[in-house]
């Protein structure tokens, strides 16, 4: 990733951004920067400085070992990344939540998002709530504007309450004309621990439907099943455990029997976005 992409005469540019902490239940939002980011083989268009975000006994840096057994020291920090697709480029927007300076931190990148001048923003999160593991993984999608919200058939979103970044990301995009969505994934409070990639894909799919625009699932859909078989095997040995979550999945499909009528459709429509895309489609 030592290439540097311009983020400037990007084709049909979309921004992608998510960050791990408070916002990343189960790493489930930046595991699809990550999936993306290795699926494109993404440039670094350029990387935050950290000193002036993050907190080091936090966020501590982190010694590895390279391929060729070079040892170096890595930071954390917020990187923006080109994602180059079929037919657009993605703006990959990936880090831990910053400790300081939110404003400035946020000013930065809403900054670099307007050089890129993207037709959407979307920002994803990952939450802890009660929704049983062996169902379909809720997404909720929501948008800072109403124009925003009516064109892209979702939600004016209406949450008061603490926020993250991302809520300062959204509000700061808003302001500048940006149009943005947020996509938030439901990730069962009982296995929280990361990653989540029955998660992750949830999210992917919603991304994909926003954007019109197919993104190869990869091996995300082999991960989540696998992650689902152990959560179910680990649940199965302890009988409160088991007891608990088949009463969140009856209270689940009281609420949500069926599939409903747009899920179905959106579901048809991918298939024949990725069926129609050539060998390789992913990168240029």
Known sequence: ???????????????????????????????????????????????????????????????????????????????????????????????????????????????????????????????????????????????????????????LSSYEGPTGILGVLASDCAVVGLPTASLWASVPHYVAEPPNPKASLALLDRLEDLLDTPLDPGDLPEKAQDWETQVNDLAAEDSDISAYITALEERRDENQPEPQGDAIAAEIQRYLRRRNQPPGHASR
């Open 1 to 155: 990733m030592a290439e540097v992409k311009s983020l400037k005469n990007l084709r049909r540019p979309a921004v992608v951004a998510a960050f791990g902490g408070w916002n990343d239940a189960g790493d489930a939002a930046s595991g699809v920067i990550d999936h993306l980011a290795a699926l494109t083989s993404a440039k670094l268009a350029f990387a935050i400085d950290p000193d002036d975000y993050y907190d080091f006994q936090v966020n501590r840096p982190t010694m590895a070992t390279t391929s060729g057994g070079e040892r170096t020291l890595q930071w954390p920090t917020t990187e923006v990344l080109v994602a180059p697709l079929a037919d657009r480029d993605l703006v990959l927007i990936g880090g831990p939540e910053p400790n300081f300076h939110w404003r400035g931190f946020s000013s930065a990148l809403v900054s670099a998002m307007r050089t890129v001048k993207p037709e959407i923003v979307v920002l994803l999160g990952a939450m802890l709530t009660d929704s049983p593991h062996s169902r379909p993984v809720p997404v909720h999608g929501s948008a800072a504007t109403q124009e925003v919200a009516t064109s892209l058939s979702l939600e």
